[in-house]
């Protein structure tokens, strides 16, 4: 349970104070970033379906790894090389709309519309 202490430091900021007021420092790399800087990093490798020893990236030998697993038999590695190669599925969905009667009984929806002025 909290002391006393504990809940006086849970007042909401003042208006117009942030509760990070330096905010994010400049020059700060993002997750994603940090992550391609990685798959693009070479080094030297075995090629898994050719078997020679070549300079991939890490991003190369990620997806020569999934390409081999779906030659073997894996359906979800060759799934996800047919959804990153070839994109999602598209999936359509039929909608039927009447606006004939109210949905909800009793609710009168007649807002007046709001010319801007004030």
Do not use: C, H
């Not at 504990?6 to 400049?26: D, H, I, M, W």
């Not at 300079?55 to 073997?72: G, H, N, P, W």
């Amino acid at each position: 349970m909290p002391t006393e202490k504990q809940l006086q430091n849970l007042t909401p900021f003042k208006k117009g104070e942030s509760g990070n007021p330096l905010g994010r420092p400049v020059g700060v790399k993002n997750r994603g970033v940090i992550a391609r800087q990685w798959l693009e990093a070479s080094q030297s490798a075995k090629n898994p379906i050719t078997n020679e020893q070549q300079m991939l990236t890490q991003e190369d030998i990620i997806t020569l790894a999934l390409v081999k697993k779906a030659r073997d038999g894996d359906v979800a590695a060759y799934k996800a090389l047919m959804d990153s190669s070839y994109g999602l599925p598209t999936q359509s969905i039929e909608q039927n709309i009447s606006i004939e009667k109210p949905i909800f009984n009793g609710i009168e929806l007649d807002v007046p519309e709001n010319d801007g002025a004030e």
